[in-house]
């Protein structure tokens, strides 16, 4: 398994001015460019080939004062692996500092798996952050691994255009704004259409942006091609399964 360096792990106890200096040091030495070991094109949801990278889909459930972090890896349609961990919640929901809610837990998780994936993507954000370093950012770095972030709802940041009813695959720039660290006008992410009805765009789309070793092109295209045929990009979907269902067996 990857080694964690310790010197990223999210920390709780932290107070704010301390996450947040932790996280201008994670944006600093996060990549945010190619840097990976396979090839984007090879990714898939369908059948795999002996090329095919392993893709990790992180998610969590909630039960009380417990947090489960759920990790699946799959090589296309095929699950190669499955974990998760249980373990208490120590931070509350903070915009912005959301790894030091999320984080500990996830590192746990990667702890408990046979083998690394050659990719992750996380249901949270990565550069699309007001410092850069969203969850995506902040784990993919702790373990030197290339991280995607998908959130259901944009941090920061601003679309270059409409993101109203697009249709399935279409996706629009998203760039920086004052709200972030990084000048205005840089790109940081996507607006990515991943599932529309086909006589109503009601589906909203998802916000892909890099978390580590990634361009922001790249991200968004290995998330295009980890479309299915629900909303949520099939790798964190089936993390999000396998959390509740482990939610389900806590008494």
Same mark, same amino acid.
């Given at each position: *398994?990857?080694?964690?360096?310790?010197?990223?792990?999210?920390?709780?106890?932290?107070?704010?001015?301390? *996450?947040?200096?932790?996280?201008? =040091?994670?944006?600093?030495?996060?990549?945010?460019?190619?840097?990976?070991? @396979?090839?984007?094109?090879?990714?898939?949801?369908?059948?795999?080939?002996?090329?095919?990278?392993?893709?990790?889909?992180?998610?969590?459930? @909630?039960?009380?004062?417990?947090?489960?972090?759920?990790?699946?890896? $799959?090589?296309?349609? +095929?699950?190669?692996?499955?974990?998760?961990?249980?373990?208490?919640?120590? @931070?509350?929901?903070?915009?912005?500092?959301?790894?030091?809610?999320?984080?500990?837990?996830?590192?746990?998780?990667?702890?408990?798996?046979?083998?690394?994936?050659?990719?992750?993507? @996380?249901?949270?954000?990565?550069?699309?952050h007001f410092r850069e370093a969203g969850l995506a950012t902040h784990i993919g770095v702790a373990l030197d691994l290339p991280a995607i972030g998908?959130? &259901? $709802?944009?941090?920061?940041?601003?679309?270059?255009?409409? $993101?109203?009813?697009?249709?399935?695959?279409?996706?629009?720039?998203?760039?920086?704004?004052? +709200?972030?660290?990084?000048p205005d006008g840089t790109t940081v992410g996507h607006a990515l259409q991943t599932r529309q009805y086909p006589n109503s765009h009601r589906i909203?789309?998802?916000?892909?942006?890099?978390?580590?070793?990634?361009?922001? =092109?790249?991200? $968004?295209?290995?998330?295009?091609?980890?479309?299915?045929?629900? &909303?949520?990009?099939?790798?964190?979907?089936?993390?999000?399964?396998?959390?509740?269902?482990? &939610? =389900?067996?806590?008494?």
């Amino acid at each position: *398994m990857a080694e964690i360096r310790e010197r990223f792990r999210p920390d709780p106890s932290m107070n704010r001015t301390q *996450m947040e200096a932790l996280q201008r =040091d994670i944006a600093q030495t996060a990549v945010f460019e190619d840097a990976v070991d @396979f090839d984007p094109t090879t990714v898939t949801v369908d059948t795999p080939t002996p090329e095919t990278p392993i893709v990790a889909g992180v998610d969590q459930a @909630f039960l009380d004062d417990q947090i489960v972090s759920a990790i699946v890896l $799959t090589r296309g349609e +095929t699950v190669v692996a499955r974990t998760h961990t249980t373990t208490p919640i120590e @931070f509350p929901y903070v915009p912005g500092l959301l790894s030091f809610r999320e984080g500990g837990p996830i590192l746990d998780a990667f702890e408990a798996l046979p083998t690394d994936p050659d990719v992750i993507v @996380f249901d949270g954000s990565g550069r699309i952050h007001f410092r850069e370093a969203g969850l995506a950012t902040h784990i993919g770095v702790a373990l030197d691994l290339p991280a995607i972030g998908v959130a &259901k $709802t944009l941090l920061c940041g601003q679309p270059v255009s409409s $993101t109203a009813a697009l249709a399935a695959g279409e996706r629009v720039e998203i760039v920086a704004d004052e +709200t972030m660290s990084t000048p205005d006008g840089t790109t940081v992410g996507h607006a990515l259409q991943t599932r529309q009805y086909p006589n109503s765009h009601r589906i909203n789309p998802v916000y892909v942006s890099p978390g580590h070793r990634l361009s922001a =092109d790249t991200a $968004t295209a290995i998330i295009d091609r980890c479309r299915g045929a629900y &909303k949520l990009p099939e790798p964190t979907r089936l993390a999000d399964a396998a959390a509740d269902e482990a &939610k =389900d067996t806590i008494e």
